[in-house]
């Protein structure tokens, strides 16, 4: 009859406009790179090229990590986050690095940090801490990492 | 079929018509249009076109609120304590309400003045007077917080205040209740003889925004009420209207209403600048605070004064002049043209408007009707550029929209009148519910409105909403005025009396509005920057906390050694360094408020033990999935107990 097709055409048309049932695969742009998924997401976008460790610059990434992270994370134990003393076990230097620096992006869209927010329950959040600044307390967790913990 | 009865269906009909009148005639049901909500309706997750600060009144505080939803955002503590926040409770915000009569941690908040350059709001910094115990405040529009709280010595009801220049070079404020200057003992009956009115012109440091008064003038001891700064080709004069020019001093309601023209008092503020570099202002002693928040410590310094230069007309020609105008006017307002000076005669029929060139002219060729304790008087007609009639009852307050049409609020007709620049006829009125006081456009007392609404803000509120008892909410309506006619389209209630208010377009503020407090910019001398620092020390009698938080704990979060009759200071660093993570900090028994910390800030209240025991303390601000497990305890020991000094932090 013609009134049905006066009434299906519209309603095709507004599906096709509104995209329902569309079958063209969109690009998802919230999915991580292969890069991200082992590096995380953030300032860090290639493979660092680390030097060997330098004990000046750690001692400097100390006094940052105690203003900027040890409130809520120590090195042996569960804080308000994991503890960190063999984080780089655990996580790539770039990682580590991402993570500091964007933490809102990470638990929106990484995979382990979601998982870690689960366990937690607390999100982590940006320190105000400069890229530099950054470095430097990942300087200070490589230290930790090559340290076995004294009780 | 029945046979219809006529007269039956007329008297239903009669009857039916007479319940829609009814119905239709219900307050408010028939004047918003259609399309109302459509243009009132901003999305969730969407923003508002304008902020608009209202002021709080008698509750001493500014509204924040986005125009055109009637969203309320923020108070923002001014004259006023807030234990919300804890302004004027903290021992570092104390301070701002410090005045030569002490601690005074109230005020009446009439008039939000947003500061300009070239006469057009430039979105740095929100200035309101304070009546009662006059002061002016300057608010940060970066952290939306008071930065500072300057006294008015020699004035009493700091009304007309705090009106500025187009550069925001000055604020002004003036007494609206003469009084003895200097202050002494004399029978009130002696008004005349004894009584003085001052209009100040307070300095603002175009950098920093700090302000000191430049100088008073001493008038005669008339009730300066309202003011407005020229711009433009009248930049450099201020304009004051005086009421109560009969100089009663008991049952102003009559015997302040017997002449048919009061005053508008025009101030050559540049002249008086001369007068000044010349030496003419004299010293006279007063006694008055400023208050200033140093960011940088976090801290109110308050600083006291006791001098101010004064300048007396007698000895300065040429500095004021006063145009006659009918009739105890109450506002004074200039187009954006800077030409035409409009008042609100609050008795008048008319709405004179005078002219900027025609005053300069009659007062070039001296077309003086008298004089008024020696300054002159010009001739009304010799002022005048046209009167508006037909302009409603009790006019107070004019906006401008830019487009050439001045927008009057009229109390006692409680109407909003549009008319014509130039031409003074009206065009357009339209009902406000209930009582108009002032009413805003968007720069609408600037050299360049942006326009589109018009808010009324309104002194009776009645049965707009659903009552709440005999205390009702303050009620604002937001008009449409991008068409030929005006449109209601949104009542919105608000805090405390809102006298006037100012609007900004949001994109001027939003990208400058701060969303921490940098812990590396902290320089509060009782900062705890990490948890390593956190401590507890005893100094005699007084127990100092250097405590931190982060989500979810404090550190300390036990301590002991605190005895009866100690005073112990909790000083409150938030290590967080994101925005919307503030904490809170209270603890049992506290004879203050709370602490609310932002991030970044620290923030420290006095806690006097009065019994033995052990008292909780715990985040009062839901911070996090944790935040019930925010807690902790303060055990007190005996006045004479030898528990030593404890605490504990996770190493």
């Known amino acids: ?151 | 079929m029945k046979k219809v009865d006529l007269k039956k269906i007329l008297a239903a009909f009669g009857v039916v018509a007479f319940l829609s009148v009814l119905w239709i005639g219900c307050p408010g049901s028939d004047l918003t249009q259609g399309d109302a909500a459509e243009k009132t309706y901003v999305a969730p997750g969407k923003y508002d076109e304008f902020y608009l600060f209202t002021s709080g009144g008698f509750s001493g505080q500014v509204g924040v609120y986005g125009i055109p939803s009637g969203r309320h955002f923020k108070t923002i503590s001014v004259f006023a304590q807030n234990p919300e926040t804890g302004y004027g409770y903290s021992e570092e915000t104390k301070g701002m309400l410090e005045t030569s009569f002490g601690f005074v941690p109230w005020d009446d908040a009439h008039h939000p003045k947003l500061s300009q350059t070239d006469g057009i709001p430039d979105g740095r910094w929100l200035f309101i007077n304070g009546n009662n115990t006059p002061r002016i405040a300057r608010l940060d529009l970066k952290t939306f917080e008071t930065a500072e709280i300057i006294e008015i010595p020699n004035a009493g009801g700091n009304h007309a205040s705090p009106f500025l220049t187009e550069n925001t070079e000055y604020v002004v404020a003036s007494t609206r209740f003469s009084l003895p200057i200097p202050q002494k003992d004399v029978a009130i009956s002696t008004y005349k003889e004894n009584f003085k009115g001052s209009i100040s012109f307070v300095k603002v440091d175009p950098e920093s925004g700090e302000m000191n008064i430049a100088f008073q003038i001493l008038v005669p001891g008339f009730d300066y009420d309202l003011a407005h700064a020229g711009k433009g080709p009248s930049h450099g004069w201020a304009f004051f209207t005086c009421y109560n020019t009969e100089q009663a001093n008991t049952m102003l309601e009559v015997n302040a209403s017997q002449k048919d023209k009061d005053l508008i008092a025009a101030v050559n503020w540049k002249m008086a600048e001369k007068y000044i570099a010349e030496g003419k202002g004299k010293a006279m002693e007063a006694n008055y605070y400023h208050n200033v928040y140093d960011e940088s410590e976090q801290t109110a310094k308050s600083k006291k004064l006791n001098s101010v230069k004064v300048l007396d007309p007698k000895d300065c020609p040429g500095l004021i002049y006063y145009i006659p105008t009918p009739k105890s006017p109450h506002g004074v307002d200039v187009d954006p043209s800077g030409e035409y000076i409009v008042a609100g005669g609050k008795l008048a029929a008319v709405i004179p408007v005078h002219s900027f060139s025609k005053m300069i002219k009659a007062i070039d060729s001296k077309n003086f009707d008298g004089d008024a304790a020696g300054i002159p008087i010009l001739k009304y007609d010799a002022v005048l550029a046209g009167e508006v009639q037909n302009a409603g009852l009790g006019p107070l307050h004019t906006e401008f929209d830019g487009e050439g049409y001045a927008y009057t609020s009229a109390f006692v007709s409680s109407e909003i009148v549009k008319w014509k620049i130039g031409t003074w006829e009206v065009v357009d009125r339209i009902p406000t519910y209930y009582s108009i006081g002032h009413l805003n456009i968007p720069g609408g007392d600037s050299r360049k409105p942006w326009g589109k609404y018009v808010i009324a803000l309104n002194k009776i509120t009645k049965d707009r909403y659903l009552p709440t008892g005999p205390e009702l909410t303050q009620s604002a309506q937001l008009f449409d005025i991008s068409g030929e006619k005006m449109q209601l389209i949104l009542d919105f209630p608000t805090v405390g009396e809102p006298h006037y208010a100012q609007s900004i377009p949001a994109d001027i503020l939003m990208k400058n509005s701060a969303k921490i407090y940098r812990l590396d910019d902290n320089k509060s001398p009782y900062a705890t920057k990490s948890e390593k620092q956190a401590r507890v020390e005893r100094k005699g009698s007084e127990v100092h906390v250097y405590m931190t938080t982060i989500r979810t704990h404090f550190a300390p979060d036990n301590i002991e050694g605190v005895k009866v009759g100690d005073k112990v200071y909790f000083h409150v660093t938030n290590l967080e360094q994101d925005w919307d993570i503030p904490h809170g900090f209270a603890v049992k028994g506290l004879n203050s408020s709370e602490l609310l910390i932002m991030p970044g800030q620290t923030k420290t209240v006095v806690w006097t033990p009065k019994f033995e025991g052990v008292f909780p303390f715990y985040c009062t601000d839901f911070c996090s999935a944790l935040h019930q497990e925010m807690q902790g305890y303060i055990r007190v020991s005996a006045a004479n107990s030898s528990t030593p000094i404890s605490y504990n932090i996770q190493k």
């Open chain 1, 1 to 151: 009859m013609k009134t049905t097709t006066f009434l299906i055409l519209p309603l095709l048309l507004a599906i096709l406009l509104t995209g329902c049932g569309g079958k063209k695969k969109p690009v998802d742009p919230d999915k991580l790179t292969d890069f991200q998924l082992a590096n995380g997401i953030g300032p860090v976008m290639k493979p660092l090229e680390l030097k060997p460790i330098d004990k000046k610059t750690a001692a400097e990434g100390e006094k940052i990590f105690e203003q900027k992270c040890f409130s809520c994370h120590r090195l042996d134990q569960k804080l308000v986050g994991p503890p960190l003393h063999e984080v780089l076990k655990r996580r790539s230097p770039e990682f580590v690095v991402n993570m500091i620096m964007n933490p809102d992006i990470m638990i929106q869209k990484h995979p382990e940090v979601k998982k870690l927010l689960a366990q937690y329950l607390q999100k982590m959040t940006y320190q105000d801490v400069k890229l530099e600044d950054a470095f430097k307390i990942l300087e200070y967790l490589r230290v930790q990492n090559e340290t076995p913990i004294t009780k």
